[in-house]
């Protein structure tokens, strides 16, 4: 069974900085991309920012400059180091990790749990 678990979140004042880890466990074949996810109330769950096992980076355009995200291959982790963050960064984070558990299976789309981010003015 995978599964994916976070940790990093929290309150912060507007320009602070968080740091979101994400560790996934269990089973793992191998794992293709990873990435953050955030779902603010009311609002649809959107991309964050992702990486490939290659090191490729992909970035919302609202978090481009401030966000950088990074992985370790050989810990199956992701993190998020979040500068310069603002009232509407404002979420729950979602860790999320394109993998397949056993060779023969597809690969898949599994997720965490998240965890929440607040940020005051």
């Known amino acids: 069974q995978v599964q994916l678990v976070e940790s990093g979140g929290g309150l912060v004042q507007a320009g602070g900085s968080l740091r979101l880890s994400c560790a996934a466990s269990g089973t793992i074949f191998s794992i293709n991309a990873m990435g953050w996810y955030r779902q603010a109330p009311g609002k649809q769950r959107e991309l964050v920012a992702a990486?490939?096992?290659?090191?490729?980076?992909n970035y919302s355009d609202s978090v481009k400059g401030r966000f950088t995200i990074s992985r370790d291959n050989a810990r199956n982790t992701v993190y998020l180091q979040m500068n310069g963050l603002s009232p509407e960064d404002t979420a729950v984070y979602y860790c999320?990790?394109?993998?397949?558990?056993?060779?023969?299976?597809?690969?898949?789309?599994?997720w965490g749990q998240g965890t929440q981010v607040t940020v005051s003015s």
């Open positions: 999320n990790a394109n993998l397949k558990p056993y060779a023969i299976l597809p690969f898949h789309e599994y």
């Open positions: 990486v490939t096992t290659g090191g490729t980076t």
